[in-house]
């Protein structure tokens, strides 16, 4: 098993960047895919962003392309989300979440992975 603990996030104006980090222990997270998820209340939750196994190949949904970076240090057994020019809409509860025998046509649904860290709330104002 593998477990996340989630760290960073909090308030931001738009425009502003704030960086969101997924620790692992119990496993190398480098064997897993690495998704972020983000839930506002009444929705289901929504991919954000995703990291496959060792090749680090990254994928994100259309509205944060070319603002949120994905990445991993190995070392440190931790992912990270780079969130920058935050926008209102991108306030929700994030999580990361990983699994370690996704493939890639799964990476985007949240119900295909197994663990999940303890969620963190962003919140960007105008």
């Known amino acids: 098993q593998v477990q996340l603990v989630q760290s960073g996030g909090g308030l931001a104006q738009a425009g502003d960047s704030l960086r969101l980090s997924c620790a692992a222990s119990g496993r190398r997270l480098n064997n897993y895919v690495v998704g972020w998820f983000r839930q506002i209340p009444g929705k289901e939750r929504e991919f954000v962003a995703a990291i496959f196994r060792s090749g680090g190949n990254t994928f994100y949904e259309d509205s944060v392309k070319g603002r949120f970076i994905m990445s991993r240090d190995n070392a440190k057994n931790t992912v990270f989300l780079q969130m920058n020019s935050l926008k209102p809409e991108d306030t929700a509860v994030y999580y990361c979440?990983?699994?370690?025998?996704?493939?890639?046509?799964?990476?985007?649904?949240?119900?295909?992975?197994?663990?999940w860290g303890q969620g963190t709330q962003v919140t960007v104002s105008s």
């Open positions: 979440a990983a699994d370690a025998h996704l493939i890639l046509s799964s990476v985007r649904r949240f119900d295909q992975y197994d663990y």
